[in-house]
């Protein structure tokens, strides 16, 4: 797929694209409840976790309903993913859980991603692992209730370990500090206890404490992180966005602090009743952030940057190079393509950014990293520019040129 992005100044009001994160979330808890998701989008990422459940038993009906199997097993002796990171972390504790025999193997992409970290903790405890990438032979069943694992490489191992020790009714966690990522983690402990759970968090222990949980019948709310490239449209193109379908911004810092991040930068950014209001500014300020707790955000923050008047610096981006793609180097790549000038300084981007019509006209790939072609699209509003592989949004959010052209941005699709 080619998309042509045309100078466009982007208005109007749209609802927030579903979080994959608590999509994905919701699904795996049907190994424990009945969840019912009403409109679900099924974007690659959601069809790995149907996909995965389905292999442990529950039953599927409408790709919306899930109903949990009288008892847990692995099925299937071979589960094929396409791309979520999160989908192939979670499943992997939960299951060395279940016990049982099974390969897992994904797209080119997903096998580039290491697993290095939860093979470590969990082999020689029941279970053995052929490999630390995919393809994987795992096989064995968890004989532990405690677990330490490094939290330096993804906090999906850790969510995974949550479900695992719902499984073996009951659990502890220890997380060998940094823990990378900490807000996803968070975000699993507060589905859980949402529906009736008992998980708390202490430092960098985690005590599980199972109870039955209640039945899920509802939405997915709205993606921050997703939505951060609808708001971007009119921050970048001078125009106003409003964008519904939003929770209340939680107080740790995540996804959805991009609203707090926009407003320092300069920009009228504010939540209202589940919507989240941005208006352009004719100034933008440059920012200095560590985005450990929140990668996604990166791509997002360097659109903003890419405009700003001065020098901003993305801290912590060395996991930014396990994600779909390389992002350091994506990011880089985009940036240079639109005219945008950006160095790599220990652990942080450096981003120069420059007045906005100063950007050029650009044809950029996207690296098979769906969050790549919508940096792309944004900075495409000024003086236009073409998307190679642009289908590459599916991954997270297939209505996004949909979307965008609803939001009076004037592109083709090829
Ligand atoms: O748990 C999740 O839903 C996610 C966790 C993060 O990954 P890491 O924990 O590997 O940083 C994030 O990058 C990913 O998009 C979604
Ligand atoms: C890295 C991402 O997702 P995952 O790790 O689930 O593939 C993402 O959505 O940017």
């Given at each position: 797929m080619i998309v042509k992005v045309h100078p466009s100044k982007a208005s109007g009001v749209i609802r927030a694209p579903q979080s994959k994160s608590i999509a994905i979330r919701l699904i795996f808890l049907s190994l424990f409840t009945k969840v019912k998701l009403n409109n679900l989008l099924l974007s690659d990422d959601v069809i790995d976790a149907i996909n995965a459940v389905k292999a442990l038993g529950v039953k599927v009906e409408n790709e919306s309903t899930f109903i949990p199997p009288d008892k847990l097993e692995v099925k299937e002796k071979y589960i094929r993913l396409k791309g979520s990171g999160t989908v192939l972390r979670t499943l992997?504790?939960?299951?060395?859980?279940?016990?049982?025999?099974?390969?897992?193997?994904?797209s080119e992409s997903l096998r580039k991603r290491p697993i290095r970290r939860v093979v470590e903790a969990l082999n020689n405890f029941g279970v053995t692992f052929s490999s630390d990438s995919l393809p994987l032979k795992i096989s064995g069943k968890l004989n532990v209730n405690s677990v330490k694992i490094f939290g330096d490489e993804s906090s999906q191992y850790i969510t995974g370990l949550i479900y695992a020790f719902h499984i073996l009714n009951g659990g502890k966690i220890e997380i060998i500090p940094p823990i990378s990522s900490?807000?996803?983690?968070?975000?699993?402990?507060?589905?859980?206890?949402?529906?009736?759970?008992?998980?708390?968090?202490?430092?960098?222990?985690?005590?599980?404490?199972?109870?039955?949980?209640?039945?899920?019948?509802?939405?997915?709310p709205g993606d921050y992180g997703l939505a951060s490239f609808y708001a971007?449209?009119?921050?970048?193109?001078?125009?106003?966005?409003?964008?519904?379908?939003?929770?209340?911004?939680?107080?740790?810092?995540?996804?959805?602090?991009?609203?707090?991040?926009?407003?320092?930068?300069?920009?009228?950014?504010?939540?209202?009743?589940?919507?989240?209001?941005?208006?352009?500014?004719?100034?933008?300020?440059?920012?200095?952030?560590?985005?450990?707790?929140?990668?996604?955000?990166?791509?997002?923050?360097?659109?903003?940057?890419?405009i700003a008047d001065g020098i901003s610096e993305i801290q912590s981006i060395r996991r930014l190079r396990i994600k779909e793609s390389d992002r350091v180097n994506s990011i880089k790549n985009i940036l240079a393509s639109y005219g945008i000038e950006s160095e790599i300084k220990n652990d942080s981007l450096i981003i120069f950014g420059k007045r906005r019509d100063l950007l050029k006209y650009a044809i950029t790939d996207c690296f098979n990293d769906h969050r790549v072609a919508m940096l792309s699209s944004i900075l495409a509003l000024i003086k236009g520019g073409i998307i190679l592989n642009a289908e590459c949004v599916n991954k997270s959010n297939p209505n996004y040129w949909q979307d965008l052209i609803s939001l009076n941005i004037k592109l083709s699709i090829e």
């Amino acid at each position: 797929m080619i998309v042509k992005v045309h100078p466009s100044k982007a208005s109007g009001v749209i609802r927030a694209p579903q979080s994959k994160s608590i999509a994905i979330r919701l699904i795996f808890l049907s190994l424990f409840t009945k969840v019912k998701l009403n409109n679900l989008l099924l974007s690659d990422d959601v069809i790995d976790a149907i996909n995965a459940v389905k292999a442990l038993g529950v039953k599927v009906e409408n790709e919306s309903t899930f109903i949990p199997p009288d008892k847990l097993e692995v099925k299937e002796k071979y589960i094929r993913l396409k791309g979520s990171g999160t989908v192939l972390r979670t499943l992997i504790p939960i299951i060395a859980a279940i016990g049982g025999e099974v390969v897992i193997d994904g797209s080119e992409s997903l096998r580039k991603r290491p697993i290095r970290r939860v093979v470590e903790a969990l082999n020689n405890f029941g279970v053995t692992f052929s490999s630390d990438s995919l393809p994987l032979k795992i096989s064995g069943k968890l004989n532990v209730n405690s677990v330490k694992i490094f939290g330096d490489e993804s906090s999906q191992y850790i969510t995974g370990l949550i479900y695992a020790f719902h499984i073996l009714n009951g659990g502890k966690i220890e997380i060998i500090p940094p823990i990378s990522s900490k807000s996803y983690i968070l975000l699993t402990i507060d589905i859980f206890n949402k529906l009736g759970s008992d998980i708390k968090i202490n430092g960098n222990e985690i005590y599980i404490n199972p109870n039955k949980l209640e039945e899920y019948n509802g939405e997915v709310p709205g993606d921050y992180g997703l939505a951060s490239f609808y708001a971007l449209t009119g921050l970048i193109s001078e125009g106003n966005i409003t964008i519904y379908g939003l929770w209340k911004p939680e107080k740790y810092f995540g996804d959805h602090s991009i609203v707090e991040i926009f407003r320092n930068m300069g920009a009228f950014s504010e939540y209202y009743n589940g919507k989240w209001i941005v208006k352009h500014s004719d100034k933008y300020l440059p920012i200095k952030i560590d985005i450990d707790d929140a990668p996604d955000l990166a791509m997002s923050i360097a659109g903003l940057s890419a405009i700003a008047d001065g020098i901003s610096e993305i801290q912590s981006i060395r996991r930014l190079r396990i994600k779909e793609s390389d992002r350091v180097n994506s990011i880089k790549n985009i940036l240079a393509s639109y005219g945008i000038e950006s160095e790599i300084k220990n652990d942080s981007l450096i981003i120069f950014g420059k007045r906005r019509d100063l950007l050029k006209y650009a044809i950029t790939d996207c690296f098979n990293d769906h969050r790549v072609a919508m940096l792309s699209s944004i900075l495409a509003l000024i003086k236009g520019g073409i998307i190679l592989n642009a289908e590459c949004v599916n991954k997270s959010n297939p209505n996004y040129w949909q979307d965008l052209i609803s939001l009076n941005i004037k592109l083709s699709i090829e």
